[in-house]
């Protein structure tokens, strides 16, 4: 028994460590990051629960008790699952051919451990504690193989999508899922204690720990690298706009009087720059109405130059949220050249805003050319502008950009900024 505890300690300290290094950190905390909390409270509480029912271990008065802490620690494994499983769903980039069919059905698996596991407080399936005592009943094995069940749906899981994973996430949650196998399977054909569950639990978790903060330090440092490079050419071209502003009003003051739409278009011109040069040198959240003020500019001057070819529709409900500056623009942008412009004759770029329950949803539709999301244009530099965009989305407000787009049909890109991040913004402006 002493083994079993001293095994379940050091399981303890090296979650409780993860989990103090995990909220210590707050520079990049992310969807990934709350995942991987909810799993190391979920195994912490597990092993603590596993650690009491060893010392209650022959107690007739606490019997109940221990049943119900012996249930935690045999079906906490389940909802942990169940979390892993999302942790995979995450870290995919690409979700339009998700085998959503292998996660549900992991999750009722496991949903059946659960209550197999609830049952037997009552009812000896799983376990039993009877006089204190801890035995394992009829369907023990039955209960193992749901857990190995669960886990072989995730191992398909990340077979199916190991093509739209970065290696780093798919070398942790390998060795998170392959750990825990060996346990599972090894458990069957052991006696009941030592347990090796939560220590081969802990270890796959401890790695992916060490992976996503390995992965975590490189990506602060290049953007780091990137942040200081970007300020030196601001730096260096700062006399370039004075010049060029400069410029733009002697053409306005000459247009005075005399063209009146060419003098309106140099206005507009001069302040889509200006927007610009302000927004590259702000690395903020900038309100959602600044955005699209910068972003109708570029399609009032873009609508000159096409002329009826094309046309614009605006559905704007929720505006009082903020957004990573030069978001909206680049994706309408891409629309205008890559859809509308290549029609013959034209089309309509749409811009909805709406509230949903967690997200503030931004939906930029174009009746364009549409292309296939299988065909991969490597050589386009849309995609360079969009694959940033996508990228500071997530770094700075945890949000996501999804492009969906048929061929000869359209395309249409969604933004979703949690509404939780409002208030993060608040809170950094103060």
């Given at each position: 028994?002493?083994?079993?505890?001293?095994?379940?300690?050091?399981?303890?300290?090296?979650?409780?460590?993860?989990?103090?290094?995990?909220?210590?950190?707050?520079?990049?905390?992310?969807?990934?990051?709350?995942?991987?909390?909810?799993?190391?409270?979920?195994?912490?509480?597990?092993?603590?629960?596993?650690?009491?029912?060893?010392?209650?271990?022959?107690?007739?008065?606490?019997?109940?008790?221990?049943?119900?802490?012996?249930?935690?620690?045999?079906?906490?494994?389940?909802?942990?699952?169940?979390?892993?499983?999302?942790?995979?769903?995450?870290?995919?980039?690409?979700?339009?051919?998700?085998?959503?069919?292998?996660?549900?059905?992991?999750?009722?698996?496991?949903?059946?451990?659960?209550?197999?596991?609830?049952?037997?407080?009552?009812?000896?399936?799983?376990?039993?504690?009877?006089?204190?005592?801890?035995?394992?009943?009829?369907?023990?094995?039955?209960?193992?193989?749901?857990?190995?069940?669960?886990?072989?749906?995730?191992?398909?899981?990340?077979?199916?999508?190991?093509?739209?994973?970065?290696?780093?996430?798919?070398?942790?949650?390998?060795?998170?899922?392959?750990?825990?196998?060996?346990?599972?399977?090894?458990?069957?054909?052991?006696?009941?204690?030592?347990?090796?569950?939560?220590?081969?639990?802990?270890?796959?978790?401890?790695?992916?720990?060490?992976?996503?903060?390995?992965?975590?330090?490189?990506?602060?440092?290049?953007?780091?690298?990137?942040?200081?490079?970007?300020?030196?050419?601001?730096?260096?071209?700062?006399?370039?706009?004075?010049?060029?502003?400069?410029?733009?009003?002697?053409?306005?003051?000459?247009c005075h009087g005399k063209a009146p739409e060419a003098e309106q278009t140099t206005i507009e011109f001069a302040e889509y720059l200006r927007g610009n040069m302000d927004f590259i040198g702000d690395n903020r959240m900038i309100a959602f109405t600044q955005e699209l003020w910068h972003t109708q500019l570029y399609l009032s001057l873009e609508q000159k130059r096409f002329g009826g070819?094309?046309?614009?529709?605006?559905?704007?409900?929720?505006?009082?949220?903020?957004?990573?500056?030069?978001?909206?623009?680049?994706?309408?942008?891409?629309?205008?050249?890559?859809?509308?412009?290549?029609?013959?004759?034209?089309?309509?770029?749409?811009?909805?805003?709406?509230?949903?329950?967690?997200?503030?949803?931004?939906?930029?539709?174009?009746?364009?050319?549409?292309?296939?999301?299988?065909?991969?244009?490597?050589?386009?530099?849309?995609?360079?502008?969009?694959?940033?965009?996508?990228?500071?989305?997530?770094?700075?407000?945890?949000?996501?950009?999804?492009?969906?787009?048929?061929?000869?049909?359209?395309?249409?890109?969604?933004?979703?900024?949690?509404?939780?991040?409002?208030?993060?913004?608040?809170?950094?402006?103060?």
């Amino acid at each position: 028994m002493y083994a079993a505890i001293e095994m379940q300690v050091i399981s303890a300290v090296i979650t409780a460590e993860m989990l103090f290094c995990s909220r210590y950190d707050k520079r990049e905390y992310d969807m990934a990051d709350r995942i991987m909390d909810t799993l190391l409270i979920l195994n912490l509480f597990k092993v603590v629960c596993y650690t009491i029912t060893l010392l209650l271990e022959g107690q007739a008065q606490l019997s109940v008790l221990n049943a119900i802490l012996t249930c935690v620690k045999c079906g906490a494994g389940f909802p942990m699952v169940m979390i892993y499983t999302m942790y995979i769903k995450h870290c995919v980039t690409d979700k339009s051919r998700y085998p959503g069919i292998l996660e549900y059905l992991c999750y009722v698996v496991c949903v059946t451990g659960i209550m197999l596991n609830l049952i037997s407080i009552s009812v000896p399936l799983v376990f039993s504690c009877n006089g204190g005592f801890y035995a394992r009943g009829p369907l023990f094995v039955t209960n193992q193989g749901l857990g190995l069940f669960a886990l072989l749906c995730d191992a398909c899981l990340l077979i199916a999508c190991r093509d739209r994973m970065k290696r780093h996430d798919l070398i942790a949650l390998l060795s998170y899922m392959l750990i825990p196998l060996i346990t599972v399977i090894a458990q069957i054909f052991l006696p009941p204690e030592p347990d090796l569950s939560d220590i081969g639990i802990t270890l796959g978790l401890l790695i992916i720990f060490m992976f996503s903060h390995v992965s975590r330090g490189k990506l602060i440092a290049q953007q780091e690298k990137e942040l200081t490079d970007m300020h030196i050419s601001i730096l260096i071209s700062q006399i370039r706009p004075h010049f060029l502003y400069n410029t733009l009003a002697v053409i306005q003051g000459m247009c005075h009087g005399k063209a009146p739409e060419a003098e309106q278009t140099t206005i507009e011109f001069a302040e889509y720059l200006r927007g610009n040069m302000d927004f590259i040198g702000d690395n903020r959240m900038i309100a959602f109405t600044q955005e699209l003020w910068h972003t109708q500019l570029y399609l009032s001057l873009e609508q000159k130059r096409f002329g009826g070819m094309l046309r614009t529709e605006y559905d704007t409900r929720d505006k009082d949220f903020h957004i990573p500056a030069l978001t909206l623009q680049p994706i309408v942008e891409n629309a205008v050249k890559h859809g509308i412009m290549k029609r013959e004759e034209g089309g309509t770029v749409t811009i909805i805003t709406e509230r949903e329950a967690l997200f503030h949803v931004i939906t930029v539709r174009d009746d364009g050319v549409g292309f296939d999301p299988a065909e991969e244009r490597k050589d386009d530099r849309s995609h360079i502008g969009i694959a940033n965009v996508r990228e500071r989305l997530k770094i700075m407000c945890s949000g996501t950009l999804e492009i969906r787009s048929v061929k000869g049909q359209g395309t249409e890109a969604v933004i979703r900024i949690p509404t939780g991040e409002d208030k993060h913004e608040d809170h950094m402006r103060r």
